[in-house]
């Protein structure tokens, strides 16, 4: 061995000379860069797709994890939506009835609706004669034929008053109520807001609930998604190896997953709308049989079209971060060593 | 164009790998890395590829500053450098053209561009013909030449080998030698690690010798 030469001295052989011309660092273009990426984002989200359709059952087992935690809230949503949709024909019941006495006469009636319409607070007020409330009573009831069978009309006249803002606080309903009730052709005053107050409350519980409930099956969404983007990072490890040391960005070898998480998503989000569309198909028929019944028009409302794209894109979305937490926790421990 | 500067490097186990290193390599130089296992070559080349710090010291390659990069910038500095390795490091799951064209997609080629330049680098190192083939079957002289493939495609001015001829025959180990030096012969630097000395011998290039992580040797094989 030859002694040690700390100095930094070429020696013995001379090193050839210089040739810049050789290694030409490779440029490309601004424009075709952009056509690369775009390029690469397409085959990306191509090839992670294709690699779930290579593992059917184990991508259908996630997708299908992912599309009843999607539904169960999106079922809990329907519902809702749809008692509401019953609630708003009662919805106009947050008015007064103002019974009035048996036998007073039209005229009268009349009368008194002027009076009280110039009321300030009272928006407006409509009369129903007894008349009127029978035909009603027959067409919505149902009971046409006993109506029909009866000596007399049993209905008083109503006045339905709808008050304005001004009436419609707690104090102002209640004065707007006492005056009401001391008119002598007055028999009764029911205020009917009471029950549709607390129609509305449930309503608005049950809103809170469903949210909650969504907002807990999208953290299963994350996890799962997470969990299995996790083990394919695993399985792909040699591979995020090679393509960082020959320089991939985080960008790049991060895509892969990303395209995956969000295809979980979408996936999951469309089985979920298939589910949803089975299932009200089975349901329509019975209810619209049973609101017959009731001789309701009340059919069935299903997601409409705008809510089922949401529905998949919040899916999609879901597991897209499912995915960015599972590749941020576990991409970064990948490291050439 | 690599330039070390009092460079050392502890690992957080305490074990000192490299202690004052100092040598620099010319553009368009073929370096050869020698000393036995556990010497520092590992480290050393490690410390080019940006795949570990030095704890004191710098490291200069074609003129930055390794300590100045930040982690964003590793990847891009790492498209500079080729890297070949011992174990080949190829991709099963797909042909020795997507193994070959892996550095040019990540560095946003074009398709067309991709093609003509794996094809090109194919040619060279004589494997044109396989390219549709899984590397799996390829022989390991020849996964050895799809890595060199791999690591010259983009025309890096710096070429690392770790041990590149560590599990083939002599004559196969020529073969990849007479590589190394056509593409040094075209100007690109390169440093390989071989504790090979017949090759050293035969290569007649100046060697490096690295014993417990200082250089105690600078020259032609002695």
């Known amino acids: 061995m030859k002694p040690v030469r700390p100095n930094r001295n070429r020696n013995d052989q001379t090193p050839p000379p210089a040739r810049p011309q050789g290694a030409v660092q490779s440029k490309s273009r601004l424009g075709d860069r952009f056509d690369a990426w775009m390029g690469h984002h397409s085959t990306t989200a191509i090839d992670s797709l294709l690699r779930l359709l290579r593992t059917p059952l184990q991508s259908l087992m996630t997708w299908l994890v992912v599309a009843i935690a999607v539904a169960l809230p999106a079922v809990l949503y329907i519902a809702l939506a749809n008692i509401q949709n019953i609630g708003y024909s009662w919805q106009d019941s947050s008015q007064i009835s103002v019974f009035l006495n048996k036998k007073v006469p039209d005229n009268q009636a009349e009368a008194l609706r002027q009076r009280w319409a110039e009321r300030t607070d009272i928006a407006a007020i409509t009369y129903v004669s007894p008349a009127a409330a029978l035909e009603e009573f027959k067409t919505a009831s149902g009971l046409g034929q006993i109506v029909d069978s009866l000596d007399e009309n049993p209905l008083p006249g109503v006045l339905l008053v709808q008050p304005s803002l001004s009436g419609s606080t707690p104090a102002g309903l209640e004065a707007l109520e006492k005056v009401l009730r001391d008119e002598a052709l007055v028999a009764d005053v029911r205020i009917d807001m009471q029950w549709v107050k607390r129609l509305h409350q449930f309503m608005a519980v049950a809103q809170h609930v469903v949210t909650a409930l969504a907002a807990l099956l999208a953290l299963g969404v994350l996890l799962v998604v997470g969990n299995t983007i996790r083990l394919a990072i695993e399985n792909r490890r040699d591979e995020i190896l090679v393509v960082k040391l020959v320089g991939g960005t985080n960008a790049y070898v991060r895509r892969p997953f990303l395209y995956t998480g969000l295809w979980y998503g979408l996936g999951g989000g469309l089985i979920a709308l298939v589910l949803l569309t089975i299932g009200l198909y089975w349901l329509a028929g019975p209810v619209a049989q049973l609101a017959d019944l009731y001789q309701s028009s009340f059919r069935l409302q299903g997601l409409g079209f705008i809510h089922s794209l949401q529905l998949v894109l919040l899916a999609g979305v879901t597991g897209l971060l499912g995915a960015w937490i599972a590749v941020g926790r576990h991409l970064s421990q990948i490291e050439p060593q | ?222």
């Open chain 2, 1 to 222: 164009m690599i330039r070390f500067d009092a460079v050392s490097k502890r690992y957080a186990s305490g074990h000192e790998a490299l202690t004052r290193v100092d040598f620099e390599v010319d553009r368009g130089e073929m370096v050869f890395l020698t000393g036995h296992s556990g010497a520092g070559k590992s480290t050393l080349m490690k410390l080019i590829m940006l795949m570990e710090r030095p704890t004191q010291g710098q490291v200069f390659v074609d003129g930055r500053n390794l300590n100045r990069l930040s982690s964003g910038q590793i990847p891009y500095y790492r498209r500079n450098v080729g890297v070949v390795f011992q174990n080949h490091q190829l991709l099963f799951d797909r042909s020795v053209f997507d193994n070959v064209a892996l550095p040019l997609q990540i560095a946003g080629n074009s398709p067309a561009e991709t093609g003509r330049r794996v094809r090109a680098a194919l040619d060279k190192v004589g494997l044109l013909d396989k390219e549709q083939h899984n590397p799996i079957m390829l022989s390991g002289g020849e996964q050895q030449r799809v890595g060199i493939a791999r690591a010259v495609v983009n025309k890096p001015s710096v070429l690392l080998a770790d041990e590149p001829t560590g599990n083939l025959d002599p004559e196969l180990s020529a073969e990849i030698m007479d590589l190394f030096r056509q593409f040094n012969e075209v100007g690109v630097t390169i440093m390989i690690a071989s504790h090979d000395v017949e090759l050293l011998k035969r290569m007649n290039k100046r060697v490096l010798g690295l014993s417990h992580g200082q250089i105690v040797h600078d020259g032609v094989v002695w």
